[in-house]
């Protein structure tokens, strides 16, 4: 079992920048690979950006490549999304997702296993 827990979110003007964390439990964290979504209101869930276990191989839909990026620190069992550049249209909820097994679609929230209950990101035009 993995508990993830989300912080670092807020209300940002467009511009500028926030970094957001995510602590897990569990002994085998290096192994997982870790994700972020978000969800904008009546919006679907949305890929932000995944980095693998064992590799540490990152990936990132066009819509923030480039500005944002995702990294983690086994040592503290923690996921970072460092977020540049913020628009109006990354408002959302941003939810840490873990999942042991790595699938070329990496971007449908079915692959994950454990899910945060994630933070949310407003960003002021």
């Known amino acids: 079992q993995v508990q993830l827990v989300e912080s670092g979110g807020g209300l940002v003007q467009a511009g500028g920048s926030l970094r957001l964390s995510c602590a897990a439990s569990?002994?085998?964290?290096?192994?997982?690979?870790m994700a972020w979504f978000r969800q904008g209101p009546g919006k679907e869930r949305e890929f932000v950006a995944l980095i693998r276990g064992r590799n540490g191989r990152t990936y990132y839909p066009d819509s923030v490549k480039g500005r944002f990026t995702i990294s983690r620190d086994d040592a503290r069992n923690t996921v970072y999304l460092q977020m540049n550049s913020l628009k109006p249209e990354d408002t959302a909820v941003y939810y840490c997702?873990?999942?042991?097994?790595?699938?070329?679609?990496?971007?449908?929230?079915?692959?994950?296993?454990?899910w945060g209950r994630g933070t949310q990101v407003t960003v002021s035009s």
């Open positions: 997702a873990a999942a042991w097994v790595y699938y070329s679609d990496y971007g449908a929230p079915s692959r994950y296993d454990y």
């Open positions: 569990g002994r085998t964290f290096s192994n997982y690979n």
